[in-house]
């Protein structure tokens, strides 16, 4: 069992991360409100999506940033040791390979992406526009 030091909720799950309060409004708000060792990874994997789906509407979704265009694209968020990128089922499917070869772990819909000074960017992008174009998404 764990405790967050910050609002006192306890969770079974000693790596589940949550929003201590109010849900951010915007993505800033959404990054600042992380640790700030991890800040520049999140900007960086937010600066990526919003240049592979321009046109996307950047929004707080499920208490994450979110990537909607008639439907939510992709979404990404903070964790204890990994970024979460969810991008859905057939994403996952399409390039597990990749994923694999960026050292990345995945599960049905998810992507977990090591907190690093080398993110797979140019694989992030791919996966969001694969999404934007195809109509799977999250």
Same mark, same amino acid.
């Given at each position: 069992? !764990? *405790?967050?030091?910050?609002? $006192? !909720?306890?969770?079974? *799950?000693?790596?589940? %991360?949550?929003?201590?309060?109010?849900?951010?409004?915007?993505?800033?708000?959404?990054?600042?409100?992380?640790?700030? %060792?991890?800040? #520049?990874? @999140?900007?960086?994997?937010?600066?990526?999506?919003?240049?592979?789906?321009?046109?996307?509407?950047? =929004?707080?979704?499920?208490?994450?940033?979110?990537?909607?265009?008639?439907?939510?694209?992709?979404?990404?968020?903070?964790? =204890? /040791?990994?970024? $979460?990128?969810?991008?859905?089922?057939?994403?996952?499917?399409?390039?597990?390979?990749?994923?694999?070869?960026?050292?990345?772990?995945?599960? /049905?819909?998810?992507?977990?992406?090591?907190?690093? #000074?080398?993110?797979? @960017?140019?694989?992030?992008?791919?996966?969001?526009?694969?999404?934007?174009?195809? $109509?799977?998404?999250?």
């Amino acid at each position: 069992m !764990r *405790n967050c030091p910050k609002c $006192g !909720r306890s969770f079974a *799950n000693t790596d589940r %991360s949550h929003e201590c309060g109010k849900t951010p409004g915007t993505v800033e708000e959404y990054i600042m409100a992380q640790d700030k %060792s991890v800040r #520049d990874q @999140l900007q960086s994997i937010r600066a990526v999506l919003r240049k592979a789906l321009p046109d996307a509407l950047e =929004k707080i979704s499920w208490s994450m940033p979110t990537y909607w265009q008639g439907h939510n694209i992709i979404h990404f968020a903070a964790q =204890k /040791k990994h970024i $979460g990128l969810y991008p859905g089922t057939e994403a996952v499917v399409q390039f597990a390979e990749k994923l694999e070869q960026a050292g990345c772990k995945y599960s /049905k819909g998810s992507v977990r992406i090591p907190y690093s #000074d080398h993110l797979p @960017l140019s694989l992030v992008a791919e996966i969001a526009a694969w999404c934007r174009e195809t $109509g799977n998404h999250a």
